[in-house]
């Protein structure tokens, strides 16, 4: 079925002020929703609302909870999320590192506590937009197996980039394995066939079947090289915000466990280290990128950024796909 961007934000806020949720928290976790669906990560989108109020149901997310935090530095903010929601949380902790690195050129948050915060993208582009270059990071349960092994040992990990451009910032968000959990989830309720090396089964063989991929484990994307990068980031961000590792993460796709795992947020303030201009040479780069040499079969040269740019005005004008039985399964957690 094919719905609108309000019809969706009013859907999704409409459920959580159902279950406690304030009406500006549930305003904020629905427009991160809407915006995993309207920039094609379904993954993040309306189909993880089912999870998000069971768990809010059971106690484990606390949709009304004020984060405790304290600057232990004149740059560094520690955050207890208090079992938040995941996106509340992160936009309060990223809007006061952008305030303070305007001052003096550096922030950092180090968050636990929190739930799943959605996509990256939307705090690295924040910060973009306000002329700030933003890292995002987060960790996950134990979804991808190392190279050489067969058991889900290391998360995700996620990491976002945000630079600010004279025109449309550059926005990276990408996970450190071949595929998201969510992705193959939404693969598997479809009947649709995965990509080659995303994935093993139970048995450590390489598998296209999303079936059997949700019984094994998400491969990491480049072999050992995405492998050592989320195994860095993993112990980066777990060592930095005191979250837990490997296989003791959980609550980040289950309804039941506390969610254990770190977020990490960075903001440098080019201006207040008084290096200006970078927004307009960075943009000058990013289009001699795309304006490069095309390889035999390609009719353009994207940036990342672009392609979820495109999907987003496309299904704005348009409407946004959502699966019959996802639209379903939201509604009926209306009272």
């Known amino acids: 079925m094919i719905v609108n961007e309000a019809d969706e934000l009013e859907l999704v806020s409409k459920v959580l002020l159902a279950h406690g949720a304030p009406s500006p928290a549930a305003k904020i976790q629905a427009r991160v929703l809407v915006e995993g669906d309207l920039r094609g990560q379904q993954s993040h989108g309306l189909q993880r609302l089912p999870v998000l109020v069971e768990r809010i149901t059971n106690g484990v997310i606390d949709a009304a909870a004020v984060p405790v935090e304290k600057w232990v530095s004149e740059s560094y903010l520690d955050v207890d999320g208090a079992r938040g929601l995941g996106p509340v949380v992160a936009f309060h902790v990223v809007d006061q590192l952008i305030e303070r690195a305007s001052k003096v050129g550096l922030a950092v948050g180090s968050v636990r506590n929190n739930n799943h915060v959605g996509m990256l993208a939307c705090y690295v582009e924040r910060v973009a937009y306000a002329g700030h270059i933003g890292l ?10 190392p190279s050489g092994g ?35 989830l939404a693969f598997a309720r479809d009947g649709k066939p995965l990509g080659q090396g995303w994935a093993i089964d139970a048995e450590g ?8 991929a949700v019984d094994g484990a998400i491969s990491p994307f480049g ?6 990068l989320g195994l860095a980031l993993e112990l980066v961000v777990a060592g930095l915000t005191g979250s837990e590792t490997g296989q003791r993460v959980l609550g980040t ?17 080019p201006d207040a280290l008084g290096l200006g201009g970078v927004a307009s040479r960075m943009g000058t780069y990013l289009d001699e990128v795309r304006n490069s040499p095309l390889a035999e079969g390609f009719t353009s040269i994207d940036v990342p950024g672009d392609r979820a740019r495109r999907t987003r005005a496309e299904r704005i004008a348009h409407g946004i796909p959502i699966p019959d039985a996802v639209w379903k399964a939201a509604e009926e957690l209306l009272p």
């Open 136 to 145: 995002a990071f987060t960790t996950s349960e134990a979804l991808v197996h």
């Open 223 to 228: 072999g050992p090289k995405g492998y050592a």
């Open 150 to 184: 067969r058991t889900a040992m290391v998360g995700t990990n996620p990491i976002g980039v945000g630079v600010p451009t004279d025109g449309e910032p550059f926005v990276l968000d990408m996970a450190t394995g071949a595929a998201s959990r969510g992705k193959i």
């Open 205 to 212: 063989a390489p598998t296209m079947d999303a079936e059997l």
């Open 253 to 269: 796709l289950d309804a039941r466990a506390v969610c254990n795992k770190g977020d990490l947020f960075v903001v440098f303030s």
